[in-house]
């Protein structure tokens, strides 16, 4: 099973990229979120694949980050009814940080703006992965990680509130999830949820 490719980028596209690793050409699908940071054609690129072997086919999905291709593999294999497509979807929506914070916190509503996301699904991802999400500590002490630029010590309830806040203004999810990180990243860690939303709109 192919767990990471590192090649020159042929093509990209904002869905999909095609590799050359030894001499031969991989077509891995990728979510936005993971295109945006593809290097240019030429460039060196290098990515956590999740591998899909079905009887007539072969299917390779690229993530720029660990966290990004094992929360993808979460998503396929242990919710019924979410198969590769869609979790591609979900994760071109918003970064795997914010879904996390959704599912700890049960925000069904803000999981079925996902792309392919019903209520009924969302209700499915919070109950199969509420205990998977953040193992090791609750929503409201687990730190905020940015997924291009280090981390921050902002909690995760209020990331999620701003990004609630930003979604109720009207911002697209994946928008309003690229601005709350930008403002937290130039935040102190003990920001407050309106702070937050001042920074981003600013």
């Given at each position: ?26 077509e ?25 072997y ?15 291709r ?46 392919g ?30 997924l ?28 309003a ?9 130039q ?16």
């Amino acid at each position: 099973m192919i767990a990471h490719i590192k090649g020159i980028v042929l093509e990209s596209t904002p869905l999909s990229a095609v590799i050359e690793a030894g001499g031969i050409g991989y077509e891995v699908h990728v979510p936005i979120t993971t295109a945006e940071k593809i290097p240019g054609t030429g460039q060196t690129c290098s990515l956590f694949v999740h591998s899909v072997y079905r009887e007539d086919s072969a299917t390779l999905y690229g993530f720029a980050t660990r966290e990004d291709r094992d929360f993808f593999r979460l998503l396929v294999e242990k919710v019924s009814g979410i198969g590769p497509k869609i979790g591609i979807s979900i994760l071109s929506r918003m970064s795997v940080f914010a879904l996390q914070t959704a599912i700890a916190q049960s925000d069904v509503v803000l999981l079925s703006k996902c792309p392919g996301i019903g209520k009924k699904t969302a209700e499915r991802i919070v109950i199969e992965l509420k205990d998977k999400v953040f193992p090791n500590a609750s929503s409201s002490t687990q730190s905020a990680s940015s997924l291009t630029s280090g981390q921050t010590n902002t909690t995760g309830s209020a990331f999620h509130d701003a990004l609630a806040s930003l979604i109720t203004l009207g911002y697209k999810p994946a928008e309003a999830d690229k601005l709350v990180h930008k403002a937290i990243s130039q935040l102190d860690a003990e920001a407050s949820v309106e702070a937050i939303v001042r920074k981003a709109l600013s």
